[in-house]
């Protein structure tokens, strides 16, 4: 099936160390998104990657660092700096080139604090 | 930054009652997309706006763009048990632009 696949599921992550989310998409969807998502809180972006090998930091980015080696990996990884982990971490990507182009998501990973 | 509202938080209805969704923004939109959340699942696209006065259905879902670009609203007929959910709007600028997003409206239906 074609579709946005986020693993793990839930993450746990002791202090002072840093965590990697996984975000996989066989759409072809050229943009990759990630969201954190806190509880009563709508989505806030991290970071985001147009194409290959380039990116960009959204309105959350401390704290945090991507890569963007193919076209459908846009792994997150959460650093020792990011001293409020704990959220629901939301991968989406879109088609570009042309209008109409929604985003779509993953399931999300749940990341806590041991 | 731009903001969009959505309220009241939490809305609690009837099964078989109607529900009607605003989302307002001080800025203007070139985009407007309504996305459903499960608990523990990533959102799911409803319905995508492109244009302004733009109304658009899905099921029992209805849609419009405000004719200002500054707002949209969502109607949700007849409801049933698995509406309940977190019901976003976002909106974007233009073509290829980032998302803005509300804050959620949690809805419940009571049998």
């Known amino acids: 099936d074609g579709g946005i696949t986020q693993s793990p599921k839930y993450l746990f992550r002791k202090e002072g160390q840093n965590v990697t989310l996984s975000c996989e998409q066989n759409?072809?969807?050229?943009?990759m998104y990630w969201y954190r998502q806190d509880p009563g809180q709508g989505l806030r972006l991290i970071y985001y990657s147009q194409i290959v090998n380039d990116f960009q930091k959204g309105d959350i980015a401390e704290g945090y660092s991507v890569s963007r080696e193919k076209k459908e990996s846009f792994p997150l990884t959460v650093t020792s700096a990011q001293k409020n982990p704990t959220a629901f971490y939301l991968c989406?990507?879109?088609?570009?080139?042309?209008?109409?182009?929604?985003?779509?998501f993953g399931d999300g990973t749940r990341l806590s604090i041991l | 930054g731009q903001q969009l509202n959505q309220s009241p938080q939490s809305m609690f209805i009837q099964e078989g009652e109607d529900v009607s969704m605003n989302c307002t923004s001080s800025?203007?939109?070139?985009?407007w997309l309504w996305y459903k959340q499960d608990p523990g699942e990533g959102p799911v696209l409803l319905i995508a706006l492109y244009k302004a006065g733009e109304l658009t259905s899905n099921g029992r879902l209805t849609a419009q763009f405000g004719i200002t670009r500054k707002d949209s609203f969502l109607n949700i007929s007849a409801s049933i048990p698995s509406d309940v959910g977190i019901y976003f709007c976002a909106g974007e600028t233009g073509a290829n632009s980032k998302l803005t997003f509300g804050k959620g409206i949690t809805l419940s239906v009571r049998p």
């Open positions: 759409l072809n969807h050229d943009a």
């Open positions: 989406a990507s879109r088609r570009t080139g042309g209008n109409n182009q929604p985003q779509h």
């Open positions: 800025s203007i939109f070139n985009t």
